[in-house]
């Protein structure tokens, strides 16, 4: 692979940034993010990376999707999936292209049976009934009628579904990017995510990574924009907060199961990353 700021596009050798996506769900039991984009040939698409799965469906135009430097051409009509941690890149082939940009959480996935941390898929997925989904998620986010979220979760297991059964014979185990600070960063991403409720400390997320601390926290920032720790705490306020918007444990109880030993430092944490203070969302779940 080349160097993590240089990319081969069309032959043609450009630099670009690479950047890690963070996304961030203002509903944690809703981990879907959806919207429509168009994109000019001479628009500039930044070379990124994010946890999460992306699914792509073209209705106008064509274009090239650049996974871990693999490009995948796709067409109206045709349906790419951006696995976990791929770097990606998107440029219209034609004047312009349309598509459906669909990003759903990675542990939402896989909780749903399907392992998409362990395959990839090189070619676009073209079907109707797939595309029909996509049509249905739309509908239901434009109009936001009562249970619209649970639908569009469906949808989206759905698609996935359709997306899995056609392309059973083009899966491939995935290789995963030859990058060795990526690959050190998104293992480390992975292993906080798995241990973040528990006391855990830089420490023993460098010796996990196998690097030294400088190392291991210089190249994390550089990667992702956000220190270990920020992320650390992220992860924890994300979960206490999932856990405070279902009415069932009070903020003490949720700062000790999302990994947090002291109140005070949990609301001012909290505030930080979440917007507000913890007893604002409390508040504003006995409201609903």
């Known amino acids: 692979m080349p160097d993590i700021n240089t990319i081969l596009l069309f032959g043609s050798e450009i630099k670009i940034s690479t950047t890690y996506e963070h996304h961030k769900h203002s509903d944690p039991d809703f981990p879907v993010i959806f919207h429509r984009d168009k994109l000019k040939n001479d628009q500039d698409f930044l070379m990124h990376w994010h946890e999460n799965i992306e699914i792509l469906y073209f209705r106008r135009?064509?274009?090239?999707?650049?996974?871990?430097?693999?490009?995948?051409?796709?067409?109206?009509?045709?349906?790419?999936?951006?696995?976990?941690s791929s770097l990606h890149y998107i440029h219209s082939i034609t004047p312009q292209c349309e598509y459906d940009c669909l990003?759903?959480?990675?542990?939402?996935?896989?909780?749903?049976?399907?392992?998409?941390?362990?395959?990839?898929?090189?070619?676009p997925i073209n079907d109707l009934q797939a595309g029909s989904f996509f049509d249905s998620i739309c509908s239901e986010i434009s109009e936001k009628n009562q249970y619209y979220k649970i639908a569009v979760k469906a949808y989206l297991v759905l698609i996935l579904a359709r997306i899995f059964m056609i392309a059973k014979n083009d899966l491939v185990a995935s290789a995963g990017?030859?990058?060795?600070?990526?690959?050190?960063?998104?293992?480390?991403?992975?292993?906080?995510?798995?241990?973040?409720?528990?006391d855990i400390t830089v420490d023993q997320i460098c010796e996990h990574a196998g690097f030294s601390k400088y190392y291991f926290c210089r190249t994390f920032r550089e990667i992702t924009g956000k220190t270990v720790v920020d992320t650390v705490n992220y992860l924890r306020c994300e979960n206490a907060r999932r856990l405070l918007l279902t009415g069932r444990y009070n903020i003490s109880e949720c700062a000790e199961l999302s990994g947090f030993n002291n109140k005070s430092y949990f609301s001012r944490i909290y505030k930080r990353y979440m917007g507000c203070l913890p007893s604002e969302d409390e508040e504003r779940q006995s409201r609903s």
């Open 103 to 123: 990003i759903a959480d990675k542990m939402f996935c896989e909780s749903h049976g399907f392992r998409v941390g362990e395959i990839h898929i090189n070619s």
């Open 61 to 84: 135009g064509s274009a090239v999707v650049e996974c871990d430097t693999v490009p995948v051409y796709s067409n109206a009509g045709d349906i790419v999936l951006i696995n976990s």
């Open 177 to 198: 990017c030859s990058n060795h600070k990526l690959d050190m960063v998104c293992d480390s991403i992975d292993f906080i995510r798995k241990h973040y409720k528990q």
